[in-house]
C-alpha cells in the first residue's frame, strides 16, 4: 500500500528531524532496509532515546548513521545539521493535545517556529526536497495542536515561493492516527486489559477516528517524496473507525465508561474540508490538495491521470467510505 513509486535514495544525504519518534525509528529502518544512503542523520533533542536507538542501530553496524542531537528550535544548530542534505523528512512535533492546551508557548516554539526554522536551514543549505508531516488534525483545527500544524503546513507551502523557483521544494503529508505509536489509544487500551481493568474510559460513543499503520505512514512518505512537484499536501485514502469498535476489538467483554470528550478533541476528524476540495484532485490511493500558486499548472496533474474531486467533497471520519472491521484491525495490529 502506497508503495507503487519510490524515491531513488542510494547515494543520498538524508536527515531526519524527530528521528527517535515512532515514526522516526521506522522511516529510519526502512530506509536502512531498502537503500544505500550516503548520511542518513537522526536529529533529536533526547539524548536517552538517542543512545537506546544507538543499541540496535550502531554506526558500527550502519557507518551512514549520524545521530545528532538537536532542537528545531535552535535554528543555528539546525543549520548546521542540514549541511549538504539532500532531503529532509520533518517528524518533529508536539504532539499531544492535552498538553498542547495546557502548554501552548511550547506548542508554538516547537510546531511553528521549528518549521520556519527548518524552511529557513533548507534554503540556505540548497536541500533538494523537504517532506513535512501534518496531522488531521490541522483541517477546521479547534485545537492547539491542530492550529499550529495548520501554520505549519502554511509555512512549508509558501516556502516554494521563498526558494524562488530554485531548491529546495516543500511539500505536506497529512494523515491521521497511527495504529501502535506513543500517545496512540490501543496501547492504553492493552496496557488496562493487561492490569485486569473492570471497564474501559470512553471518549464519547459517537466519536470516529482515521487509522494508519506505522508502515503504511512510512510507505506513504516515501512514495509522496517521489512524486511531489512542490506544494502538496498529500492525504492518503485510509479507513475510519468508531472509538467503541476498536475498544471491543481490542478489549472485548468490557464495559464501557463514557468519560467526556478532552479539552480541544473532536468528535469526528477531518482531513480535507469542504473549502480545500474546490483544489483537490485524486489518484487510486490518496488525494492531493494543490497549492494556489498562480505558476501552478494543474493541467499537468490531469494529464497524469489525476482526477477532480467533486465540488463540496469532504473527507471526514464520520462519512469515510472505507471502514475498519474487528477483524482487519487485527491484522494491522
Not at 470516529?208 to 508502515?215: P, V
Request: include cysteine; charged fraction near 25%; aromatic fraction near 8%.
Amino acid at each position: 500500500m502506497f508503495d507503487t513509486s519510490l524515491p531513488d535514495l542510494n547515494g543520498k544525504s538524508i536527515l531526519v528531524t524527530g528521528g527517535t519518534g515512532s515514526f522516526g525509528k521506522a522511516f529510519i529502518r526502512r530506509i536502512l532496509a531498502d537503500w544505500k544512503p550516503k548520511r542518513l542523520i537522526i536529529f533529536s533533542r533526547d539524548e536517552l532515546k538517542q543512545w537506546e536507538m544507538q543499541q540496535d542501530l550502531s554506526q558500527e553496524k550502519f557507518p551512514c548513521l549520524r545521530y545528532f542531537i538537536g532542537d528545531v528550535r535552535d535554528g543555528q544548530r539546525l543549520d548546521m545539521a542540514t549541511r549538504d542534505v539532500d532531503v529532509i523528512i520533518h517528524a518533529a512535533a508536539l504532539k499531544q493535545v492535552p498538553a498542547a492546551e495546557y502548554n501552548p508557548f511550547e506548542c508554538i516554539h516547537t510546531n511553528v517556529i521549528g518549521a520556519e526554522n527548518v524552511v529557513q536551514a533548507a534554503i540556505k543549505n540548497r536541500v533538494k526536497h523537504v517532506v513535512a508531516l501534518s496531522t488531521d488534525k490541522a483541517a477546521n483545527p479547534v485545537n492547539l495542536y491542530g492550529a499550529s500544524k495548520l501554520a505549519s503546513d502554511k509555512i512549508f507551502i509558501a516556502a516554494n515561493s521563498l526558494s524562488g523557483g530554485h531548491d529546495p521544494i516543500f511539500s505536506v503529508v497529512r494523515y491521521g492516527n497511527v495504529i501502535g505509536s506513543r500517545g496512540s489509544v490501543i496501547p492504553v487500551f492493552r496496557e488496562m486489559v493487561a492490569k485486569g481493568a473492570k471497564e474501559i474510559p470512553i471518549t464519547d460513543e459517537r466519536m470516529t477516528r482515521f487509522w494508519i499503520t506505522l508502515e503504511q505512514g512510512v510507505n506513504f512518505v516515501l512514495s509522496s517524496l517521489a512524486i511531489m512537484r512542490g506544494g502538496e499536501i498529500f492525504v492518503p485514502k485510509i479507513p475510519a473507525m468508531k472509538v467503541v469498535d476498536l475498544a471491543d476489538c481490542i478489549a472485548p467483554g468490557i464495559p464501557h465508561r463514557v468519560v467526556g470528550i478532552r479539552p480541544g478533541e473532536k468528535l469526528h476528524e477531518v482531513m480535507i474540508t469542504e473549502d480545500d476540495s474546490r483544489c483537490t484532485v485524486e489518484l487510486e490511493d490518496r488525494y492531493v490538495i494543490e497549492p494556489n500558486f498562480t505558476f501552478w499548472d494543474r493541467r499537468s496533474f490531469l494529464a497524469d491521470g489525476y482526477k477532480l474531486v467533486p465540488e463540496g467533497f469532504r473527507f471526514a471520519s464520520d462519512s469515510n467510505t472505507k471502514w475498519l472491521n474487528a477483524e482487519t484491525l487485527r491484522k494491522m495490529i
